[in-house]
């Protein structure tokens, strides 16, 4: 790419040139990058204006010397400089590692300090514990979040060795077998990445070094962070791959410059791994992945628009996106299932989510003992084989609506009400029902295997009603009719009778080519197999079929799985709601059929296994009668109206309170308000003179009497507002943050389940980034006019070299132009604001001990109820 | 080409901006276009002429009046939503007040129209299929209005083309969509508030179109005009039905943008300038329409003086306005010791005790305090009697013994002489709100529990409790639940009755209870006589913005709370393809019935052209940004402005519908759908010929002449018209049954109409071959 080539005829603007002679008043300092990386940074946008700018001043270096080319982040690499000979040039040839070992050094404190304090299973450490141990004993359970979260906690429980043999009740003590301080300690590390990766996230975003403290110190000391950090939970995973993500897109913005590069491609991966990787902790990072995917669609339609890239280069782009974007997060979230499959081989509590065919291939599983071959008398459960189906089911209680008969639904869990018995049509002689030989007649010794096209009735086990459909319309699928439980072993009707059809075999494919419909008998090769044969059940009369779907019934159906009779048109392909094959399989007369059968593919199990989640997180929705105390609102989160008792509230238990620090919270909340009414006065204030400084010279008066909207910012800057590079990083991190913040947001808002406050802990992120980009562009990115710099005081320095001279750092200080003071008081004010709210709700996330009430002053609002 | 590296910044904004950069566009197409009108087609050339265009809106309108009234007495019934809007109409003749999630413009038209035509209100449309003409009710006047408000619809949308530059022809096929839509007559032809409501916002459109081509002679009076009479029309349509909202909005978003154009400093050098435009389009499209508004209202409160249906709606200070109304009537103030009758607003149920107890045991398992029942109960009954006792010292007799807001109370239940109490014990329906029981009185043990604080809604400290109107709450002083009931019943142990309980939340809006009656004083006596004679009420003054405001409010939470499903209803995704219709009426004997759906062939026309439309909107876009040129700048011009106008509509008209909870029919989509024929004229036009009509705005008297491009389309364009004009008016014939409710039609004829398999229509032949017996 040789920049000088292309310089063509734009109308360029005149004095953009002249801001080269004033290094100083470029917006950041930081001793993280020389100026030249802090420039390029900045740029990457404005491409509408003319994409051939930047390299007039931005780049130039680069070219002049392509050696010294960045590794990554946008920083150059160091020339090497000569080994250190003594300490003090050890320290100060690393400066710039410091401030993050120091901050890490500290969130491992405040993450590990008393971890262990309460030995009981608090809040949802019944769940991820139970999980745990079920990845231990190989188990297969059923979660709506997606697997690698728990496989970690899990990890986390094989490497401190716990056995799996607790069970995680609520509230339970910890038996002294359980490891849970060494399982504890090694979730909350993730919680301890989170504050380097705050600190290297700000600088990444061209952050000045105050704000990058800020960031740093706002994720230290956020007492709902740290409290959600303390415990066997996903949510440290979850916010640690959050902020990992953000810190990737950070750092592969800053190669755009660079195209194809290897630390390009490198960001760009990483990106996408890591997208792979918080979407595989729970579907919340789906969230972060739209902030990428918006990122990413922006920045397309401005290479889009660039005329220099030639097709190839578009190509190369687009192809470079949808690999690392969209292949290999997938990619990480399908491999995640597949280890999640590979350690769970045994059955347990999550089977009857599965296919059947999966089930079998569990250890455990008693299904190759049940008989093979269906007949007349047979005792079954039927299972649907649509995508996330379940087992055909029925119980006493009736519909409130429609015929008032009893409940036909479909249930993902094996209880006895899932038995049904195949039994004839009331219009054959001999019914008489014995289930003690599991046959329609005792003294008929001959076997009746099921046919396609016989008729059946399907007769409740635990209740003796038949199913039964009729012309009144299903409870929530209207257009359907309604599938009820019927009268009994002696009263029933025509509208009782199912005839059974026979789609072909898993195994065996189309088994009705043996039919012989003359014939008495039936060929062995075309009977109904257990699991595999795939059947439908059509209404004899009303010529509709069994169907269930994705609908769930309300609270009066306990939110199972509605089943209703769907019509369907002459000649159309089978519907997938309508397929069922039998499962379990019980008849005393038969054999038990031990065989081994192929493994369901490993494809088919994931999109089951995930279609599933989603149907019961969508079952989640909240119980208007029941009222969840824990549950909260998300309008109620951002300014901290309610908080979250995580344990008992006893006396003698450790209690933890999950709040936030009301100061980063309050802080966040009001700066993204802020930040909405600074960035639509700057675009109004752009869409009037124009981007860039002085682009357009409006009359000066015109100009005064607007500039007051903007802000004191606006109004202590020269000229009409921003120049192209500080609006582009201005824009840049506002709509990281910003966008970020509404997309984590406003899902909660809009979706119907139950919300808590820990859902507003990766949002959080968002504000707090906005927080100190709104300081940073307020105050610490405001260049000073005089001569003396930051550069003059940094901290570190001062307290090695001239520790013993107080009075001298006064007087430095007093000597400091007055805006670098503004920004020391506002840094200091901010930062002990901060620590002081964090030190005094310390002990809600370290755990407050005895009493409550001896613990004064935490109650700052009404509805906190840390008291009472 | 000297603009070139500009072309991917402009924003398409046409104005003062763009004279440079539309000359050059100009004379780079000079080859292409037609310059001289003389040139064009003879066919064009006639069309083209004011006489023409005379004409064709003759023949359109006196069309659209023909087929709006044809048979408008058919059917002498009560049809559809004509059971409430009728009802309303009856009211304002009668003056009795009633409540509407709608404001009142339309709805006084149709009172108007009543009057006129002589209807004295008695009717009360109760049903769907009562008979207008057994109760001698002029319906054919009161008809007669939405109709020809209809039938002025289609000159309306022929003028929005016409101005927006389109050749007759093109606007006459716009015209046409809506001439002869099934669902636009069907709409128009009964008393229904749609007809008004489109109509309004039609003129609204036109209005705003007038006005932003005059926006080279800004301030002017001619300009003035427009925008005012944009600002009217968009009050009224706001006022004939809460969807004129989304008109309302429209315009909101077409100023944005058309001010947010004047900001740029190439257009308006001093900001006083931009200031002057804000303060025009301020007052034109937000004070004057919103004072409009507010006269509706202001009409609506003048004709409705006397007490009516709507009254239970309102707020206790809101009813005692109206005359005759029972808490004017019988309000008073209420003392301690006096026995009150305590009902439930929402549920009108009394609180009641009685001297069966809580089951120790509930079903679930979970463990009752055995203390006495306390439950709402339906009917009146000794049971119900509730004595106030004071926990404070009181005067001998006077004022002071007057319960007040705030007040700490006890209530006695006289029957059983216990005191009522809730404690921390689940309730024995919901585990979450605190159980409702009594205490015996002289056990003092409890006291504390027993105690209440009743907090009047929207009082003021020291307000007086009074029976009727004043609405409280009952806290509990301990525990500070609130009593509250819902309507699940107690198992047969409670007789049926309804659940009373400690409800936590305390914002919770149905906790709402109020005072029946004063059934003795404390010496057992009457009271109403305490206060010595009293003159008759009059009804009070009520500060009219206190009353716009409290009704508003309810109109807009009553709005949000039509969710119950109804067999009709459809979702929006439906409606521009005619999935579904509603049926209004039906008659049994010949078979008739109305079935209110589109006309096929337009609706479908108009879903074609706007996906066409979106594509050439998204192909213009691309290529741009690869710095194609494949548009002329005027026709790009016109479709980004003027038809991104229409779209506008259609788009602002549509997509807060599916954000919306509330039930949905397919007739909240005609709004849209005219906005959509608009656009399908457009499109038509763009298909066609590349020629334009160009420039059509009124040009400022200093600036340089554009040289004008003048459309022909040619023969083609009548041909297609014609064509098209058949194609609709004959589905709009084989349709017309359903549309006009006669002739009946047999089974098999309703299958045949039944064009998509998911119309419900009724009478349908049944298929009996699947049936096996």
Redesign the interface.
């Known amino acids: 790419m040789n920049p000088g080539g292309r310089a063509v005829a734009v109308d360029f603007v005149e004095d953009e040139f002249e801001e080269i002679g004033y290094p100083e008043t470029l917006p950041t300092y930081s001793p993280h990058m020389d100026e030249s990386a802090a420039a390029r940074r900045r740029l990457g946008k404005g491409k509408p204006e003319g994409a051939e700018e930047k390299v007039w001043y931005d780049d130039e270096d680069d070219y002049k010397a392509p050696s010294v080319r960045s590794i990554s982040g946008g920083r150059p690499a160091q020339l090497a400089l000569p080994p250190p000979t003594t300490l003090r040039e050890f320290i100060f040839q690393n400066m710039p590692s410091i401030p993050p070992l120091v901050y890490t050094l500290l969130a491992c404190y405040t993450r590990f300090h008393r971890i262990g304090l309460s030995a009981t299973v608090v809040w949802d450490e019944a769940h991820f514990g139970k999980f745990a141990s079920h990845y231990l004993k190989r188990e297969f359970y059923f979660d709506v979040h997606p697997p690698l979260g728990k496989m970690l906690v899990g990890l986390a429980g094989l490497l401190s060795g716990y056995n799996g043999g607790f069970d995680f009740k609520s509230g339970a003590d910890y038996p002294p077998e359980v490891p849970y301080v060494a399982m504890r300690v090694m979730l909350a590390t993730f919680g301890v990445g989170m504050v380097p990766l705050g600190w290297f996230t700000a600088i990444e975003l061209g952050m000045s070094q105050w704000a990058a403290h800020l960031v740093a110190l706002m994720v230290l000391f956020d007492v709902g962070w740290l409290c959600i950090s303390r415990f066997i939970l996903l949510d440290s995973m979850l916010l640690f791959f959050t902020f990992l993500t953000v810190f990737c897109l950070s750092k592969f913005h800053n190669q755009q410059s660079h195209p194809f590069d290897f630390d390009w491609w490198t960001w760009l991966a990483m990106t996408g791994i890591s997208i792979g990787l918080v979407t595989s902790v729970k579907m919340v990072g789906l969230f972060v992945t739209a902030l990428v995917g918006i990122y990413t669609l922006q920045d397309l339609w401005d290479k889009f628009g660039d005329l220099h890239l030639t097709p190839r280069e578009q190509a190369k782009h687009w192809g470079a996106r949808v690999l690392c974007l969209i292949i290999i997060p997938i990619l990480v979230f399908m491999a995640t299932f597949k280890i999640h499959f590979l350690i769970l081989n045994h059955s347990g509590p999550g089977d009857a989510q599965m296919s059947s065919l999966f089930q079998a291939n569990l250890y455990g599983n008693d299904f190759h003992n049940n008989p093979l071959e269906i007949a007349i008398g047979s005792k079954v459960t039927i299972k649907n084989m649509a995508f996330g189906g379940g087992l055909l089911h029925s119980h006493v209680q009736t519909y409130p609506t429609g015929s008032n008969q009893q409940q036909v639904t479909c249930y993902h869990y094996k209880d006895e009400n899932n038995e049904f018995w195949f039994w004839p049509g009331w219009d054959q002689k001999d019914t008489v029902w014995d289930p003690k030989y599991g046959s329609h007649d005792p003294n008929d010794e001959e076997v009746r295997f099921l046919k396609h096209l016989d008729v059946v009735r399907l007769v409740h086990v635990p209740t003796t009603r038949n199913i039964h459909s009729h012309t009144i319309p299903a409870p929530v699928t209207k257009a359907n009719w309604e599938v009820s439980g019927y009268g009994n072993a002696t009263i029933g009707d025509v509208q009782d009778h199912w005839v059974v059809e026979v789609l072909g075999d898993v195994v065996r494919g189309d088994v009705n080519r043996y039919l012989e419909p003359k014939s008495a008998t039936v060929d062995p090769r075309a009977r109904i197999h257990a699991l595999t044969t795939r059947l439908r059940f059509r209404h004899q009369v009303l010529g509709c079929y069994l169907s269930a779907g994705r609908t769930s019934l309300p609270q009066w159906g306990f939110k199972q799985i509605e089943v209703s009779c769907a019509k369907e048109e002459a000649g159309s392909k089978p519907a997938e709601g309508t397929i069922w094959n039998v499962e379990s399989h019980w008849n005393t007369k038969l054999p038990p059929a031990a065989r081994s059968l192929s493994r369901s593919p490993f494809l088919t199990d994931f999109i089951h296994l995930n279609i599933a989640m989603m149907t019961s997180n969508n079952a989640l929705v909240p119980d208007p009668d029941k009222e969840d105390l824990l549950a909260s609102k998300p309008w109620e989160w951002p300014f901290l109206s309610v908080g979250l008792r995580m344990c008992g509230w006893g006396d003698s238990q450790i209690k933890y309170y999950l709040m936030g620090n009301p100061i980063i919270w309050w802080g966040g909340s009001i700066s993204l308000i802020i930040a909405a009414f600074v960035s639509v006065g700057l675009v109004v204030r752009r869409q009037r003179y124009g981007g860039g400084r002085g682009t357009r010279k409006p009359a000066p008066n015109s100009l005064n009497g607007d500039s007051g909207r903007n802000g004191a910012a606006l109004a202590s800057r020269p000229g009409d507002g921003l120049t192209q590079r500080e609006w582009a990083q201005f824009w840049h991190v506002t709509r990281i943050a910003g966008g970020g913040w509404i997309l984590h947001y406003l899902p909660f808002l809009i979706m119907g389940r139950v919300t808590y406050i820990h859902h507003y802990l990766p949002t959080l992120y968002f504000a707090v980034l906005m927080f100190a980009h709104l300081l940073d562009y307020f105050v610490f990115q405001v260049p000073s006019t005089a001569s003396a710099s930051l550069q003059a005081v940094p901290t570190s320095s001062i307290s090695l070299s001239d520790l013993s001279s107080i009075p001298k750092i006064i007087r430095t200080f007093r000597s400091l132009p007055r805006i670098t003071r503004i920004k020391v008081y506002v840094f200091s004010i901010t930062v002990s604001a901060i620590f002081g709210t964090f030190w005094w709700f310390r002990a809600v996330a370290w755990g407050i001990e005895g009493p409550v009430r001896d613990t004064w002053g935490l109650a700052w609002r009404e509805n906190w109820n840390i008291y009472h | 080409m000297a603009g070139t590296?500009?072309l991917?910044?402009r924003v398409p904004v046409s104005g003062r901006a763009n004279f440079e950069y539309d000359r050059i566009q100009e004379e780079e197409h000079t080859d292409d276009v037609y310059q001289n009108p003389n040139n064009r087609h003879p066919i064009e050339k006639i069309l083209e002429t004011d006489k023409a265009s005379v004409v064709v809106v003759a023949v359109l309108t006196a069309l659209a009046f023909a087929l709006r009234f044809y048979k408008i007495n058919h059917p002498d019934q009560v049809v559809f939503d004509e059971v409430h809007f009728g009802k309303f109409a009856s009211y304002y003749i009668l003056g009795e007040y009633y409540f509407d999630v709608h404001p009142p413009f339309a709805k006084l038209l149709f009172g108007l129209a009543g009057w006129f035509s002589g209807f004295d209100g008695h009717f009360q449309f109760e049903n769907i299929g009562d008979s207008y003409t057994q109760n001698h009710v002029p319906y054919v006047g009161m008809r007669a209005l939405p109709a020809i408000l209809g039938s002025l619809t289609v000159p309306v949308v022929y003028a929005i083309m016409k101005q927006s530059g389109y050749s007759t022809v093109i606007a006459a096929f716009s015209a046409a969509i809506i001439l002869f839509d099934n669902a636009h007559i069907a709409q128009s032809r009964l008393i229904l508030l749609d007809a008004t409501l489109i109509f309004f916002m039609s003129l609204t459109i036109y209005a705003y179109v007038r006005f932003q081509k005059l926006r080279y002679r800004e301030f002017t009076s001619e300009w003035f005009g427009w925008l005012f009479a944009t600002g009217i029309f968009m009050a009224c349509t706001w006022g004939s039905k809460v969807n004129g909202v989304l008109t309302v909005a429209t315009v909101g978003v077409a100023v944005l943008i058309d001010l947010?154009g004047i900001?740029?400093?190439?257009k308006s050098?001093?900001?006083d300038y931009f200031w002057k435009h804000f303060a025009a389009r301020a007052i034109g499209l937000i004070v004057v329409p919103f004072i409009i508004y507010l006269s509706f209202f202001w009409v609506h409160f003048a004709l409705l003086p006397t007490s009516g249906t709507g009254d239970s709606f309102m707020s206790p200070a809101f009813q005692e306005t109206l005359a005759g109304n029972e808490m004017l009537l019988s309000a008073q103030e209420i003392r301690y010791y006096d026995t009150v009758t305590i009902r439930h607003k929402d549920t009108k149920v009394y609180l009641h005790s009685h001297v069966e107890r809580y089951p120790l045991k509930y079903d679930d398992g979970r463990i009752s305090s055995q203390g006495q029942q306390v439950t709402g109960y339906g009917h009146a009954d000794e049971n119900n009697n509730w004595q106030i006792i004071p926990t404070k010292a009181l005067p001998e007799t006077g004022r002071g013994r007057i319960v007040r807001h705030n007040d700490m109370i006890q209530l006695l239940h006289v029957n059983t002489d216990t005191v009522l109490l809730t404690h921390d014990v689940a309730s024995p329906l919901?585990?979450?709100?605190q159980e409702f029981t009594t205490w015996p009185r002289d056990d003092t043990s409890r006291f504390n529990e027993t105690l209440f604080q009743l907090s009047l809604t929207d009082a003021h400290d020291g307000e007086a409790w009074k029976s009727k109107s004043g609405y409280f709450r009952l806290i509990h002083g301990q525990t500070r639940v609130s009593m509250w009931t819902h309507t699940k019943q107690l198992p047969e142990w409670a007789f049926r009755q309804q659940e009373i309980n400690g409800n936590?939340?305390p914002s919770e809006k149905t906790a709402t209870w109020f005072v029946e009656d004063i059934v003795a004083d404390e010496t057992g006596e009457d009271p109403k006589e305490r206060t010595g004679h009293q003159p008759p009420k009059v009804p009070k003054k009520m500060n009219f913005f206190r009353k716009f405001g409290e009704l508003q409010l309810l109109m807009l939470q009553h709005n949000a709370g039509l969710t119950a499903s109804h067999p009709y209803a459809s979702g929006p995704l439906n409606w521009p393809f005619l999935i579904a219709g509603i049926s209004f009426w039906t008659e049994n004997d010949p078979q008739k019935q109305i079935y209110l759906i589109g006309n096929l062939v337009g609706w479908w026309t108009c879903v074609v052209a706007l996906s066409i439309y979106v594509g050439i909107l998204g192909a213009d876009l691309?290529a741009r940004?690869?710095?194609n040129d494949p548009i002329p700048e005027p026709v790009r011009n016109r479709l980004w402005n003027s038809t991104g106008f229409f779209f506008v509509v259609w788009a602002v008209h549509y997509a807060p519908f599916f954000l919306m909870n509330r039930q949905l029919f397919i007739h909240h989509y005609l709004a849209s759908h005219l906005a959509s024929a608009l656009i399908a004229g457009a499109v038509l036009q763009f298909i066609l010929s590349e020629t334009i009509n160009y420039p059509i705005s009124v040009e400022a008297p200093t600036m340089r002449r554009h040289k004008r491009q003048y459309v022909d389309i040619g023969l083609k364009g009548p041909i297609i018209f014609a064509l098209f004009c058949i194609a609709m008016f004959s589905m709009f014939v084989f349709l017309a049954p359903l549309t006009y409710g006669t002739p009946g039609l047999t089974g098999d004829q309703v299958n045949g109409k039944r064009l998509l398999s998911s119309w419900t229509l009724h009478f349908a032949a049944k298929k009996t071959a699947?049936?096996?017996p």
């Open positions: 590296g500009k991917r910044q947010w900001l740029d400093y190439k050098p001093s900001m919901m585990p979450t709100n936590k939340n691309l940004r690869r710095n699947e049936v096996v």
